[in-house]
């Protein structure tokens, strides 16, 4: 039987009191999940008939109904995995690649736990020179650095991934995907990469920046295999069906027994 152990991962403020301002602290991932997944229906209706050869039946001479997305486990993995750093304050990002000038303006100033202490939001730059003249057709305009608000410590033998917000489709930025050896090396500096064609972006305070996903550093070898049809059988038999109700239900207690192929 398996048992589950409960890994800290440690997120440390480099502000004073910041810790404290509950909508830009560090959360579970799952409180992050786009407006536009949940409103999306489990089922679609086509506007195709069915007849006996695709479908025989309770749907026959009916319209068939389609699985969206919804419905797909793979999502309620990935929305429950991991954290979400969001932006600690009103951000305004502007560049002009005729004069190669950048300009930054935070909404406004952090008071720690002594009232007579304010902290500014830093920015830094990864001017072109450094990437982006370097890659043909680069999708970005500009990468602006959001200098480091939180160390994240993890256990020994423990990295994270810094992730875009995936499936979110923000049409402004992406936030730089990269690996931080975090049981040895804490600080994170987010790489903000603003699109294409754009001369400015805003981002709201509490918005979400980037996943971070921790996981423990281990080797792997690729193995390639024949065809087999017992595996190829089980694969299928394990997965009909189980996309309906089941597959949560059924990873869950399999891993507790401790499942093994």
């Given amino acids: 039987m398996m048992v589950s152990i409960l890994v800290d991962i440690k997120f440390v403020p480099h502000i004073d009191g910041l810790e404290l301002v509950e909508e830009i602290t560090p959360k579970p991932a799952n409180q992050f999940i786009p407006p536009h997944w949940k409103d999306i229906p489990a089922l679609h209706q086509s506007s195709e008939l069915l007849n006996e050869i695709d479908l025989p039946g309770k749907y026959y001479n009916q319209t068939k109904p389609i699985k969206t997305a919804k419905k797909c486990p793979s999502f309620i993995d990935v929305f429950n995995n991991g954290f979400v750093i969001p932006a600690p304050c009103d951000l305004f990002l502007q560049y002009d690649n005729e004069k190669e000038e950048w300009h930054v303006e935070t909404g406004l100033k952090f008071s720690g736990r002594n009232p007579n202490e304010t902290f500014e939001i830093n ?139």
């Fill in 123 to 261: 920015f830094s730059v990864h001017p072109t020179q450094q990437y982006l003249d370097h890659v043909p057709n680069a999708p970005y305009e500009y990468i602006f650095k959001l200098d480091n608000l939180w160390s994240v410590i993890t256990p020994k033998g423990y990295s994270i991934m810094q992730l875009p917000m995936f499936w979110h489709h923000n049409p402004d930025f992406e936030v730089a995907y990269g690996i931080i050896h975090t049981d040895q090396y804490h600080q994170i500096n987010i790489q903000i990469m603003m699109r294409k064609g754009l001369k400015e972006i805003e981002i709201k305070m509490g918005e979400p920046l980037c996943y971070i996903v921790p996981y423990k550093r281990e080797e792997y070898n690729l193995v390639l295999e024949a065809y087999d049809t017992k595996y190829h059988n089980s694969a299928n038999i394990a997965n009909i069906g189980r996309f309906n109700n089941g597959y949560k239900t059924l990873f869950r207690k399999r891993n507790k027994q401790g499942y093994k192929e």
